[in-house]
């Protein structure tokens, strides 16, 4: 497996200096936590982000907020010319951020540095600190410097424990709690949320993707915190000490166990009971892990990234009898130990490698090529050595036993790349498609061979087969749309 | 420090991968934090364009900014060599390198005796210019490292000056290529820097000429015509009478007429287009919107806009906007010239703006939208 043996065994791993990366070329590198701060942030309905950096970092991060909030956000740029670097920012800086407050009359303002900020020695917390004499609104600040840090996941909790800032002592309010860390639209349409709002429970704040500052200042007017991602586990634990409310802690885990564990807590601090039907779902996980054992045991995978976490990842698919051959892993704390001790002595004991560097990896599947790949991948590549494509998206979006389900569901109807251009097609549109693929004589036969393997075509992309000219086929035309997802 | 609510402009760094990632198997590594390198992979998908997988990152962290430590570098530059053995391999530094000085012109003659491919090292940014110095800087270095001087010349010629980041260069290339072939006879050689790739820029040497589109491409086409015989016209067919410019001018260069009645029979079909737009728009206002942030191709279309009698004006009472998926904020009827394009593909190479008949078909596009 030529470089691949560089890297160390599951059994081997001690601590996070054992996850090597397999090249010192990297492709295509871990994301910055200017990203993971603007991905919160950004989210927050009414609060500007002024990103001070050169126009590189405030071009893409403007880049992303733009896509995820369709145009509706509220990210400024504050750019560095040479002057700035050689002689400071400070009164461009404050000229700045008076000018957006006057336009904008915002409740608050989030302040980004990045790395060539931090770098210079730029004292923004200083900056914004004698700014605070003459603006009555909160200035926070979120630092993103990379250099730092290895990966996004900074810029998130970085930004979480800076929104604490803007919480005021208020009275706890009975049978209304806050979800936090929760990234996706349509919370309401989770399980958990689902389940609490059946009971008359209110969710007074869903942090980031639904809530404003106002939301923010009045977080603590709840009777308990539901964490959905440990990223904002610190920002809980701060509203604990602080404001008194408890929390618990709703596992991104895909372990039955710990989710029943959760909502029985949950239903504890509430004084509520959810429906047995609730309870029910994790016979349901258990019968789907049944059936979906003929099709997985002994099946080889690569896990790449995705937004599980790794070992508990591999904990659901080892219940389904696959292993692992390579795990792309980003750190390791104390608390996976024993998650990683019990896939020890179950006999899993894959490569473990860094995340984000999937070059060295491509490499490996000349010689050893997995059944199935979890993750962003190419699709083309992966389909060239016959790998199956899984991308698990779709699931994070649930909180609670669905999230298990849905996942197993993409295993089960090997939900790729494609999946993320729309719904499946009916079987019947599948069949018809793959039909047509056969007699399509230009296509290139990496690609003819990828819509075969799939069990369901995605609805738009089995359209187009249907339509398009048999000897005309045109490659762009089937793949438009999949080109935005395709890292 | 300069305060954008918009897009900022594209820097010099961003222009020179914007250039390189025109050239599939180009091989490029970076020097600096990876969350650049990855923000500029994903940025790409917003041009509708691939960085072909060939574009490396070799991280960079606290303790080799202390030390002026380049050995992430050296190691990623032998490790590329190596393992895929490219013939050349392009350095970029990043804001941080260019801050504490690591000087990439030392750093790879240094070691450019221990590796196979050719170094080619991209100057630092200079946290002043914009992505159009980063064209320039790309375009000199592929004239005067790739190309290969030949004696030999053919029938064809270059295009200098389009990249993937143009928005609808696909289209221009054709409809260059046509013009190109049915007025003079003459074959598409090489796109500095579109949809090429390492192989037909070291043979570009063999075309006959050179059209500059832009001025950024102006040193290039110098310098390949001081060395390589290869003179050039500098033209922006945009517009019948910029097109009929550029066929002038071209018939001049190669000392070859061209079929002016075929010419008059393509101006007369936009000659009659533009009449019927012009009174469309009798009793309308005729001002129109035009986001573009490079000066030069805006003046390109406040010329071809004032043979459709319109006039740039940025006022909400204009008739129509051109620009791109983000720029058209009072909601205008809209034409897209430019990019970033969120959910659009552009990929269909026969609707030009550029030439006769993109003359034609954006007075057709721009007619149908009021």
Redesign the interface.
């Known amino acids: 497996m030529n470089k691949i043996n560089k890297a160390k065994k599951l059994n081997q791993i001690k601590s996070n200096k054992d996850i090597l990366s397999l090249?010192?070329?990297?492709?295509?590198?871990?994301?910055?936590?200017?990203?993971g701060a603007i991905m919160t942030a950004s989210y927050i309905e009414d609060m500007p982000v002024l990103i001070?950096g050169?126009?590189?970092?405030?071009?893409?991060g403007?880049?992303?907020a733009?896509?995820r909030q369709e145009?509706k956000d509220k990210v400024?740029?504050?750019?560095?010319?040479?002057k700035?670097?050689t002689f400071g920012?400070e009164e461009?800086?404050k000229a700045?951020i008076k000018?957006?407050i006057k336009k904008e009359n915002p409740k608050a303002l989030l302040v980004v540095t990045t790395?060539?900020v931090e770098?210079?020695g730029e004292d923004v917390e200083s900056i914004l600190h004698s700014l605070s004499y003459e603006i009555n609104i909160p200035l926070l600040i979120v630092k993103t410097e990379?250099?730092?840090c290895t990966s996004?996941i900074e810029g998130v909790e970085r930004t979480f424990n800076e929104l604490y800032k803007l919480m005021k002592q208020t009275s706890s309010i009975k049978n209304t709690v806050n979800i936090l860390g929760y990234k996706y639209l349509d919370v309401e349409k989770t399980e958990l949320v689902e389940n609490l709002i059946s009971k008359d429970i209110k969710i007074n704040m869903c942090l980031p993707s639904k809530s404003t500052i106002s939301q923010i200042e009045s977080a603590a007017n709840c009777a308990l915190n539901i964490v959905v991602e440990n990223t904002a586990l610190g920002l809980a634990k701060k509203m604990e000490e602080a404001f008194n409310i408890p929390y618990v802690n709703f596992p991104s885990s895909l372990d039955i166990c710990d989710i029943s564990n959760a909502y029985n807590l949950i239903e504890k601090h509430l004084n509520i009971k959810f429906d047995n039907s609730l309870y029910k779902k994790s016979k349901k996980i258990n019968n789907e892990i049944n059936l979906l054992k003929k099709l997985c045991n002994n099946k080889s995978f690569v896990y790449g990234n995705t937004p599980f976490n790794v070992w508990d990842f591999t904990l659901l698919t080892e219940k389904l009898g696959m292993y692992p051959t390579i795990l792309q892993v980003r750190n390791i704390k104390n608390s996976d130990f024993h998650k990683i001790n019990s896939l020890i002595d179950k006999n899993i004991n894959p490569f473990i490698v860094q995340t984000?560097n999937i070059?060295p990896l491509r490499?490996s599947y000349k010689e050893n090529a997995p059944d199935y790949y979890f993750g962003h991948e190419?699709p083309m590549l992966l389909s060239r050595y016959n790998i199956k494509h899984i991308v698990l998206d779709e699931a994070m979006k649930n909180l609670g036993y669905e999230r298990i389900l849905i996942t197993l569901n993409a295993i089960k109807e090997e939900k790729g790349m494609f999946s993320l251009m729309g719904q499946s097609s009916k079987k019947e549109k599948t069949t018809l498609a793959k039909s047509k693929i056969k007699n399509i004589p230009n296509m290139p036969n990496e690609i003819r061979q990828m819509l075969l393997n799939m069990p369901v075509i995605p609805e738009k992309m089995a359209d187009k087969i249907l339509s398009t000219d048999e000897n005309n086929f045109d490659i762009?035309?089937l793949m438009?749309?999949a080109?935005?997802a395709?890292? | 420090?300069?305060?954008?609510?918009?897009?900022?402009?594209?820097?010099d760094?961003?222009g020179a991968l914007y250039a390189l990632g025109g050239i599939e198997d180009a091989y490029i590594?970076e020097f600096g934090?990876?969350?650049?390198?990855?923000?500029?992979?994903?940025?790409f998908?917003?041009i509708?364009a691939?960085m072909h997988?060939n574009?490396?990152?070799?991280?960079?962290?606290?303790t080799?900014?202390t030390f002026g430590d380049e050995s992430?570098l050296v190691?990623?530059i032998?490790?590329?060599d190596k393992?895929k053995s490219p013939k050349y391999i392009f350095i970029l530094g990043s804001?941080?390198t260019s801050?504490?000085g690591i000087d990439l012109l030392s750093i790879t003659s240094l070691i450019q005796s221990e590796i196979n491919a050719i170094l080619i090292p991209v100057p630092n940014?200079?946290?002043?210019s914009?992505y159009l110095k980063g064209y320039k800087d790309i375009l000199s270095i592929i004239s005067k490292k790739i190309v290969k001087p030949n004696l030999y010349k053919t029938n064809s010629f270059n295009i200098l000056g389009l990249f993937i980041n143009d928005y609808n260069y696909k289209s221009e290339i054709e409809e260059i290529k046509r013009l190109m072939k049915i007025y003079f006879d003459f074959e598409l050689n090489s796109v500095f820097l579109a949809d090429s790739d390492i192989s037909s820029l070291e043979n570009s040497g063999c075309a006959s000429i050179n059209i500059v589109l832009k001025s950024e491409a102006l040193e290039a086409a110098k310098h390949l015509d001081l060395n390589n015989n290869q003179p050039f016209i500098s033209v922006y067919p945009l517009g019948i009478n910029k097109t009929e410019l550029f066929l002038n001018s071209i018939s001049k260069l190669i000392n070859k007429e061209y079929d002016k009645d075929l010419f008059n029979k393509e101006k007369k079909a936009f000659i009659d287009a533009s009449t019927d737009f012009k009174n469309l728009i009798k009793n309308k206002s005729n001002n129109v919107q035009l986001n573009l942030s490079n000066p030069e191709i805006k003046n390109h279309y406040k010329d071809f806009l004032s043979e459709l009698g319109l006039k740039i004006d940025n006022s909400a009472n204009s008739i129509l906007h051109l620009g791109n998926d983000?720029s058209n904020k009072d909601n205008l009827p809209y034409f897209q010239i430019s990019h970033?394009s969120?959910?659009k593909?552009n990929?269909y190479p026969f609707t030009p703006y550029l030439g006769t008949r993109g003359a034609l078909y954006l007075t057709q596009q721009l007619y149908n939208l009021i």
């Open positions: 090249s010192h070329a990297q492709f295509p590198g871990p994301h910055c936590p200017l990203f001070i050169t126009e590189e970092c405030t071009y893409y403007k880049d992303f733009v896509l145009k400024f740029s504050a750019v560095l010319e040479q700035d670097i920012c461009d800086l700045i000018n957006i790395c060539v770098l210079v990379h250099f730092k996004h984000a070059a490499d190419s762009n035309n438009g749309g080109h935005h395709s890292i | 420090m300069r305060l954008y609510n918009n897009y900022p402009i594209p820097s760094r961003m590594i934090p990876a969350g650049t390198t990855h923000f500029a992979i994903e940025g998908m917003q509708d691939s997988n574009t490396y990152t070799t991280h960079i962290d606290e080799d900014i992430r190691n990623a032998k490790e590329i393992n804001t941080i801050i504490i940014c200079d946290f002043e914009n983000f970033p969120y959910k593909i990929r």
